[in-house]
């Protein structure tokens, strides 16, 4: 009787033994696996960001919230048919990844999902251009022009000269992202056939005949179909063509989100650049002794406003019309420029800030600022309201004693080549990042 049941209780005790050793053996398996490198796929842990891009996968919309954190279904795709590298390339991967990311001095939201995205960009995004021939009556207005691009609207021609030259550009529609609308309203303010006052009629009158000559519009209703414009004109161009004004990708520079006219995220907003030649000069922030510079003219009250609250401090140096001393060396002895609002939102102050090497001020309320869901204006520039007019010279004097200014100033060094056109266009310049803008607001919609 002893026997059966000491076995009993050795029956008994079996099961708990087993349970205790297989939950013994799960504890220090996951412990060892926690402490195994990660060798997930490159560019899955740089989608989690603090400030994330939108969402670019060509199956998703573009508009979307800035601060939100997604992950990018292309991206998962790929892992699923891609190979895994090496484990020594994950962990030179991985340590990479840390300093792209963890850099707080990056002018990028999120430089390593930017660099990958741009990568796929101009490797496949296509643009149908409207054919004209150079006979057309209105050649000078479609086509790009052969004399070298001047003056405060350069952009435009800057623009359609690189994209017609640019690997871009397609002659078959069906596989176009993009279909662009040549025309330059900066052309049509100076033909004396148009004017002013005839760019609306012009406007509407050449949606109507693409509209009959070709399938593209109506397919889409426009939504597909950008123009280019950074003339102030062109704000009112698109009064008498709504479809372009409601659904076309309005490319601008007076890109004001307080106007009916512009809507941030389907339209873009592009730099205003003055064109120069050659290399940025440069000059180092201790010679910089100037606290903040503005010159122009008073066409605006924001304007009228800082003239009149610092024309007699000796530290900003403001003045009512434009400089007779050269422009470039205020520029260059200023640790801060200034830019004012005036009839837009836009001038090309920004560009010559950046160009001299000057951190940006923006006093321009209701500015959708270029690039800026690529870019952090923050880390290079001081965005202000023109409330904060009064309370300028404190702010400035704060980022300078806190030592915030020499990291901004290195910063627009960094910036300087966003900024700059070029006859023939370089990886990252002005071009190829508008090209991108349009890249992340092509057609959620594939139409075929």
Not at 77 to 88: G, I, K, V
Not at 100 to 107: A, H, K, P, R, V
Not at 192 to 210: H, L, Q, S, W
Not at 385 to 413: C, F, H, T, W
């Amino acid at each position: 009787m002893a026997v059966v049941i000491s076995k009993r209780r050795g029956l008994f005790f079996l099961p708990i033994l087993l349970s205790f050793t297989s939950s013994l053996f799960l504890f220090l398996f996951m412990i060892s696996s926690t402490s195994k490198p990660d060798i997930l796929q490159p560019g899955l842990t740089r989608i989690h960001v603090i400030n994330p891009l939108p969402e670019f996968s060509t199956t998703s919309s573009p508009v979307m919230p800035k601060q939100s954190i997604v992950v990018n279904r292309s991206l998962v795709l790929d892992l699923q048919t891609t190979q895994l590298p090496s484990r020594t390339t994950q962990l030179a991967s991985t340590a990479e990844t840390k300093v792209e990311t963890n850099d707080d001095d990056d002018i990028f939201h999120d430089r390593s999902f930017f660099t990958k995205d741009y990568k796929q960009m101009n490797k496949t995004l296509k643009i149908y251009a409207y054919p004209h021939d150079k006979d057309d009556p209105f050649a000078n207005v479609l086509l790009p022009v052969n004399s070298e691009p001047t003056g405060n609207y350069a952009s435009e021609s800057y623009f359609k000269n690189a994209l017609f030259e640019s690997h871009f550009l397609t002659n078959d529609p069906s596989e176009a992202d993009l279909f662009y609308l040549p025309f330059s309203i900066a052309s049509l303010r100076h033909d004396k056939r148009v004017g002013v006052g005839g760019i609306k009629d012009f406007v509407a009158n050449y949606v109507d005949e693409i509209s009959r000559s070709y399938p593209f519009w109506n397919r889409s209703g426009g939504a597909d179909h950008f123009y280019v414009a950074c003339h102030s004109v062109g704000r009112t161009a698109m009064e008498k063509a709504v479809g372009v004004k409601l659904n076309a990708i309005q490319v601008v520079c007076s890109s004001s989100y307080f106007l009916s006219g512009y809507v941030a995220h389907k339209d873009a907003s592009i730099p205003q650049i003055w064109p120069r030649k050659g290399v940025p000069p440069t000059r180092s922030p201790s010679q910089r002794k100037t606290l903040a510079f503005y010159a122009g003219a008073m066409n605006s009250r924001v304007r009228k406003d800082l003239v009149k609250t610092w024309e007699n401090d000796s530290d900003i140096s403001v003045h009512y019309s434009r400089l007779q001393t050269p422009y470039s060396e205020a520029l260059l002895g200023s640790k801060f420029c200034i830019h004012a609002k005036g009839f837009e939102v836009n001038t090309a102050r920004i560009g010559d800030a950046l160009y001299y090497g000057c951190v940006p001020v923006v006093l321009a309320d209701y500015y959708d600022l270029p690039y800026s869901d690529v870019i952090n204006w923050n880390r290079f520039s001081v965005v202000l309201s023109a409330a904060d007019i009064p309370m300028l010279k404190k702010i400035l004097e704060g980022i300078v004693n806190r030592g915030e200014y020499l990291r901004m100033q290195r910063n627009v060094m960094r910036v300087q080549k966003h900024f700059q056109w070029h006859d023939l266009p370089l990886d990252f310049d002005a071009f190829y990042m508008v090209m991108y803008e349009l890249w992340l607001r092509r057609s959620h919609v594939r139409i075929t």
